[in-house]
Structures are given as C-alpha cells and as structure tokens.
C-alpha cells in the first residue's frame, strides 16, 4: 500500500507559525497540500514537482507558505508563516505519479494518494 504519513499540525496563535511534513515510500512525480475546514470543499493549498522543483500556491498562501522537498522526494514540507484562522482545518499530503493529473486543476487538483491529515488550528 502506499503510505503517506503527515506531521506537524498543531494549535498556533495569529500571526505564529507551524512546519508540516510528509514522507512517503512512493516514487512520485508531484506531492502537494490539500485542505479542508469544516463545512467547505477540500482545497489545493500547494504543489511541487519532483524533477523540476517547481511550485504552486492557492492565491490565499502565497507570500505566507512555502511547499519543499528533499532531493530523494521521500519528504515534503510546508513551511506555514503568518497564519490566519482561515488558515484552519484538516492538512493532507498527496502524490502522484501521472504527469497529466500533476498538471490538472491549475495544478492544484485533486492527486491520486492521501495521507490521512494533520490538524492546523490557529
């Protein structure tokens, strides 16, 4: 099975800061952020590429998030500064092999693999 493991979420005042991280045992070609608060719509929060490193920010982050990952792509981070309380709710790690479903959603769609989410709440 696919293992996607997050840690890191917690309970932080305005303004303060958390660290999420994300391993897996996957070969990937992507791995992003999702989440979800009550009562709303799962949501893309940021995306990285393996190969390139390249990056995405839902336009509510940007500035404020910064997705990472280590060169073996075992690891993904997400770097949480100047948190709001729209900034709450359940944060999951995702991965995907395909290149097409990497690029969909103004790369922000929905991946093929999820962890089970860490708790942000501020």
């Known amino acids: 099975d696919v293992q996607l493991v997050e840690s890191g979420g917690g309970l932080v005042q305005p303004g303060g800061s958390l660290r999420l991280s994300c391993t897996t045992s996957?070969?990937?070609?992507?791995m992003g952020w999702f989440r979800q608060a009550p009562g709303k719509e799962r949501e893309g929060v940021a995306r990285i590429f393996r190969d390139s490193g390249r990056t995405f920010y839902a336009d509510s982050v940007k500035g404020r998030f910064i997705i990472s990952r280590d060169n073996a792509m075992s690891t993904m981070y997400l770097q949480m500064n100047n948190l709001r309380p729209e900034d709450s709710g359940m944060y999951f790690c995702?991965?995907?092999?395909?290149?097409?479903?990497?690029?969909?959603?103004?790369?922000?769609?929905?991946?093929?693999?999820w962890g089970q989410g860490t708790q942000v709440t501020v």
């Open positions: 995702a991965a995907e092999r395909r290149l097409t479903t990497c690029s969909s959603g103004g790369y922000l769609g929905p991946l093929s693999y």
């Open positions: 996957l070969s990937t070609y992507c």
